[in-house]
């Protein structure tokens, strides 16, 4: 008797699509004390705990940037108090990177305006750079000081300056930001549903996610990291084109 055997079908496994820029706007941090009975400023401290071991589950899983929006032009209109702390709370991290810059070879970025940053802030930024430029294990950015349209109107500026005509790849040359990947996934936090002047080139096309969990809760917690992830693998990027379109500033 001859007996028949269904041939099996290959199974094409299809790897997870992983954004190559991920950015997070961090917000939340005094609501999440307020919710504790903690002051504010405790909310702060809880914000900028465990930034390397986000960094380091990012990285690992494929993503090349990271950035975090930190401070913008519009938080100076805060009190005296929180600002001060603010800006001591940003030194002693910025000088903890610089430790983790060179254990993980990673690539740190200080984007902004330094000009109002305190002078000893400053020059650690220029420092954590400096020592950090060469490295190749990915980019971690952090904006402090920074505003989206105010990038875009220096950017402005200095090509007036250079007088010569800009295109799309051009102008960003001139951006402060020019270096870096197009965002490809932003997350917000605290339900929070704006972008409020962050990298607004760079947005461009991004996949814009928000949650209802305030930033110290996602700064800890692996499964919210997962799950931005599988969100992102769900979308459709189509870029204005169609099914299989893809962005054409994105570096092949």
Known sequence: MLKLFKKKEKQIIEEPKIPQHVAFICDGN???????????????????????????????????TVTFFLFSTENWNRSDEEVNFL????????????????????????IGSRDRLPKKLAKKCDELEETSAENT??????????????????????AIAAGQPVDKATFETFLDTGDLLPIDLMVRTSNEFRISN???????????????????????????????LDEYAKRNRRFGGGKKANYSGRKK
């Not at 430790?99 to 690539?107: D, G, I, Q, S």
């Not at 990915?138 to 200095?158: H, K, R, W």
């Not at 990298?199 to 096309?205: C, D, E, G, P, T």
Request: proline share 4%.
């Open 30 to 64: 005094r609501r999440w004390a307020e919710a504790r009975g903690l002051p504010p400023l405790a909310g702060h401290k809880a914000g900028i705990a465990n930034f390397e071991n986000l960094v380091d589950w990012f990285f690992a899983k494929g993503v090349t």
């Open 87 to 110: 800006m001591d709370l940003f030194y002693t991290e910025l000088d903890k990177n610089m430790k983790h810059a060179l254990e993980k070879n990673l690539r740190y970025r200080v």
């Open 137 to 158: 294990g990915g980019t971690v950015v952090f904006a402090l000081n920074y505003g989206g349209q105010d990038e875009i109107v220096a950017a402005v500026n200095d």
């Open 198 to 228: 962050f990298l607004l080139w760079k947005l461009a096309y991004a996949e814009l996610l928000f949650l209802p969990e305030h930033w110290p809760d996602l700064v800890r917690s692996e499964k919210l990291w997962q799950h931005a």
